[in-house]
Structures are given as structure tokens and as C-alpha cells.
């Protein structure tokens, strides 16, 4: 049995609690022994992504020593697992020791749906969910991890699910962390772009591989009192067990 380290992301921890607890069960289901190393915390792509390198190597040497000793690690996020396998190696280039232990985690960092389908070979995890489903391609997992597939493939073997296309599904929510605030009246005119596809697909249920982008989207969401609900990937897998 594969032991199977879960990284929960803070935004996960602090916002969306039972994201964490679905991806745990969805592993479990796929035949891992799962572990949550406590003293996890940020991976420090938010410091980073804000230009304070010195702040995210800290964070990233913690990360660093929680999983130090997992065969995997994996997370319910394509945008922390692409810090991670991208990125901490190069912060780490003018350390030699420091970089060759992030080259070592980030070789063996994967986000959920790509440790599902890639490393154990699993599509059909026995969940069944009764609804119209969008699937939005996050950014970071798409365009920094190469996830296309693996979440559909995942999404058509769910008893029940109705998978229906959204136009425009590879173009950004509009989320992009700090790029919300700093650039928000364009956010928000990307946002709508994808909320009125979303609208017009006659999805019930829209999910996605980050909590991130899902909070941008319910959010649009519930402010224009949409039927539309947004649940992460994990939740649906888990046999629909959200919010």
C-alpha cells in the first residue's frame, strides 16, 4: 500500500475544510495510506508570486522538512504542486544542498487528479454524483502540470454525473491570486466571461482541481444569485459529500 503524504494547502486548511477531508478519502478509496504531516503550512507561492523571494525560500525549506520523508506527496491544488515541481528548485540554485532536495520532492509532487490517473493508474473510484457538471481547467494545473485529461477521465466514470462542455473552458477564471487585487476591474471582466458560460452550459454543479479558482467563481456566483454551485474536484469524487 502506497504511503501517501497530503499537502492541504492553506487556503484548503483555513477556508474549505472538507476539500482536505474528501482528497483523504478519495485516496484512501484508491488504495493509499494517507499521513498529514501537522506542521505543514504555506509552500509560499503567495510571497512568491508577490516578488518576496527571501520570505518564500523560508517557507519553502519548511515545506522542505514536513515531506522530506514522503514517498508521495500529494495535493488537492495544481497550483501548489506547480510551486513546488517549478519552482522551488530554482530558488534554491544558488544552494546546492537545499536545491537538490527540492529537485528530489519535486519529483515525486503531484497534484490529485494527476497522482490518481498517472502514478496509480485509477479512473473509476466507485463515487456517484446525480448532477450536471462543468469542469473548468485551472490555470496552474493546465498550463503548469499538463492536466487535460486526467481530471475528465476521472469526472466521466462518476455514476450519475453528466459531464456538459463549457465554451471558453480553457480561458482564465480571472483569479490569479494577487492579480485579482492588483488588476481588478479586468478580473472581473474575466470573471463574467466565465460566469456566463458556465450559465449557459446548464451545468447544476461546476468543479475544478483548485479551491482557489472555485472561491473566485462562487463568489461571481452567489453574487449573481446563480443556481450554479462550485465544488472542488475532490468532493465530487468523494461521492458529492460538499457543501
Same mark, same amino acid.
Given at each position: 500500500m502506497?504511503r501517501?503524504?497530503?499537502?492541504?494547502?492553506?487556503? #484548503?486548511?483555513? @477556508?474549505f475544510?472538507?476539500?482536505?477531508?474528501?482528497?483523504?478519502?478519495? @485516496?484512501?478509496?484508491?488504495?493509499?495510506?494517507?499521513?498529514?504531516?501537522?506542521?505543514?503550512?504555506?509552500?509560499?507561492?503567495?510571497?512568491?508570486?508577490?516578488?518576496?523571494?527571501?520570505?518564500?525560500?523560508?517557507?519553502?525549506?519548511?515545506h522542505?522538512?514536513m515531506?522530506?520523508?514522503?514517498?508521495? $506527496?500529494?495535493? /488537492?491544488s495544481?497550483?501548489?504542486?506547480? =510551486? $513546488?515541481?517549478?519552482?522551488? /528548485?530554482?530558488?534554491?540554485?544558488?544552494? /546546492?544542498?537545499?536545491r537538490a532536495?527540492?529537485?528530489?520532492?519535486? +519529483?515525486?509532487?503531484?497534484?490529485?487528479?494527476?497522482?490518481? $490517473?498517472? #502514478?496509480?493508474?485509477?479512473?473509476?473510484?466507485?463515487?456517484?454524483?446525480?448532477a450536471? $457538471?462543468?469542469?473548468?481547467?485551472?490555470?496552474? *494545473?493546465? &498550463?503548469?502540470l +499538463?492536466?487535460?485529461?486526467?481530471?475528465?477521465?476521472?469526472?466521466?466514470? #462518476? &455514476? +450519475? @454525473?453528466r459531464?456538459?462542455?463549457?465554451?471558453g473552458a480553457?480561458?482564465?477564471?480571472?483569479? *490569479? *491570486?494577487?492579480?485579482?487585487?492588483?488588476?481588478?476591474t479586468?478580473?472581473?471582466? =474575466?470573471l463574467?466571461?466565465k460566469?456566463?458560460?458556465?450559465?449557459? %452550459?446548464?451545468?447544476?454543479?461546476?468543479?475544478?482541481t483548485?479551491?482557489s479558482?472555485l472561491?473566485?467563481i462562487? +463568489?461571481?456566483l452567489? &453574487?449573481?444569485? %446563480?443556481?450554479?454551485?462550485? =465544488?472542488?474536484?475532490?468532493?465530487?469524487?468523494?461521492?458529492?459529500?460538499? /457543501?
Amino acid at each position: 500500500m502506497p504511503r501517501v503524504a497530503l499537502f492541504v494547502t492553506c487556503l #484548503v486548511d483555513q @477556508l474549505f475544510p472538507q476539500v482536505g477531508e474528501a482528497a483523504a478519502r478519495v @485516496l484512501e478509496r484508491a488504495g493509499c495510506d494517507v499521513v498529514f504531516p501537522e506542521g505543514q503550512t504555506c509552500c509560499g507561492q503567495a510571497v512568491f508570486n508577490d516578488g518576496f523571494r527571501d520570505e518564500a525560500r523560508a517557507l519553502a525549506r519548511r515545506h522542505l522538512d514536513m515531506f522530506a520523508a514522503a514517498d508521495a $506527496v500529494v495535493a /488537492p491544488s495544481g497550483s501548489c504542486a506547480a =510551486m $513546488v515541481r517549478e519552482w522551488y /528548485p530554482r530558488l534554491f540554485r544558488d544552494e /546546492p544542498a537545499q536545491r537538490a532536495r527540492a529537485e528530489d520532492l519535486a +519529483g515525486h509532487t503531484y497534484e490529485l487528479s494527476e497522482y490518481l $490517473v498517472r #502514478v496509480r493508474g485509477v479512473a473509476d473510484l466507485g463515487a456517484r454524483f446525480d448532477a450536471a $457538471v462543468a469542469y473548468h481547467p485551472a490555470c496552474h *494545473g493546465l &498550463r503548469g502540470l +499538463g492536466l487535460r485529461e486526467e481530471p475528465l477521465r476521472l469526472l466521466r466514470a #462518476v &455514476r +450519475g @454525473l453528466r459531464l456538459v462542455p463549457l465554451g471558453g473552458a480553457e480561458e482564465c477564471c480571472g483569479f *490569479g *491570486g494577487f492579480f485579482s487585487i492588483t488588476f481588478a476591474t479586468l478580473s472581473s471582466a =474575466m470573471l463574467a466571461t466565465k460566469l456566463d458560460a458556465l450559465e449557459a %452550459s446548464g451545468a447544476d454543479v461546476v468543479t475544478a482541481t483548485d479551491a482557489s479558482c472555485l472561491m473566485h467563481i462562487a +463568489g461571481g456566483l452567489e &453574487r449573481r444569485r %446563480s443556481r450554479v454551485r462550485a =465544488m472542488h474536484l475532490a468532493e465530487v469524487l468523494a461521492g458529492g459529500a460538499g /457543501p
